[in-house]
């Protein structure tokens, strides 16, 4: 009995530790075991208290690679990497946090986007992956010229761009949810090909006003918003009186992205595709 009780006043103190000593926590009273959607606490411990079941429950692993952090971790690693992202845009790993620690509102709408949407829906219970591993990168480039798949691959080949170097979701509380902003993050570079922009700073600007318009995510809306401190008075002036307004315009005025199954869509035209999604001829830069 003294051994039980000392195992959860040692519990107690630990789950109130810093971050860093949670991790003691689970060698002092065992690491639970995997189970669905998460580690639970085996029912059987009648050491924790289902308050402290339910506060323990926010840090387990809820998917491979998953980092529970509090609120007020998450704030400090939102103000970090939104300080790096604009000092930096390229650091893409600083952006990807950005958008996992500040997204949640965002991610649960485009979410239940794809939910009501029987393509995006089927999308949610398949989890495709857009990898090297998963693309046939010869049969796309024996696709005709102007078809989506050829002109991908030929994007990629054009801006040595990669899709294994999207970053994998780390702080996302919610296993569906880090889904939806992975898929995000993997047909990033399908916009890029659909909106007919290059990888160059122009190019991001333009294709971060659509996918903030599109998705309402604030990473999106700040590298709108502070992307065109970088360019030069002629680019500027291109983005902000053509660039900009047709971004706007086709964000508004196309479906979801995410509720298109873009894997079965290679042999499709990129004129036919836009045209479906809603997408406006992209003007010439």
């Keep these: 009995m003294l051994a039980a009780l000392g195992r959860a006043r040692m519990g107690g103190w630990l789950r109130r530790a810093p971050g860093s000593l949670r991790g003691l926590r689970h060698l002092a009273l065992g690491s639970p075991a995997s189970a669905g959607r998460g580690y639970q606490l085996p029912h059987t411990d009648l050491t924790v208290t289902p308050e402290e079941h339910e506060d323990e429950e926010r840090y ?10 509090s609120p007020l971790q ?22 990807a946090v950005l958008g996992e620690t500040t997204g949640s509102s965002a991610l649960r709408s485009l979410r239940d986007k794809m939910r009501h949407d029987p393509e995006g829906y089927q999308i949610l219970q398949e989890r495709p992956r857009i990898r090297l591993s998963t693309l046939d ?35 996302v509380d919610d296993e569906e949810l880090a889904y939806v902003i992975q898929r995000y993050r993997e047909v990033h570079d399908l916009m890029h090909t659909l909106l007919g922009m290059p990888t160059n700073m122009l ?15 604030p990473m999106c809306i700040l590298g709108a918003v502070f992307g065109p401190v970088r360019l030069n008075a002629r680019k500027l002036q291109i983005l902000t009186m053509e660039l900009i307004p047709w971004a706007v315009q086709s964000g508004r005025n196309a479906s979801c992205v995410l509720n298109f199954y873009y894997e079965n869509r290679w042999e499709q035209t990129v004129e036919s595709l836009r ?8 003007p010439a830069i």
């Design 137 to 171: 990168v010869t049969g796309l480039q024996g696709l005709s010229d102007g078809t989506f798949g050829r002109e991908y691959v030929r994007f990629l080949d054009s801006n040595r761009v990669s899709p294994d170097t999207r970053m994998p979701v780390k702080f």
């Design 60 to 69: 387990y692993q809820l998917y491979p690679g998953h980092i529970p952090t």
């Design 203 to 217: 190019g991001e600007v333009v294709v971060k006003w659509f996918e903030a318009i599109q998705t309402g995510l």
């Design 275 to 282: 045209e479906e999604i809603g997408i406006l001829h992209p």
């Design 74 to 95: 998450k704030a400090l690693l939102s103000a970090g990497s939104a300080f790096m992202a604009l000092y930096n845009p390229y650091r893409h790993d600083m952006v």
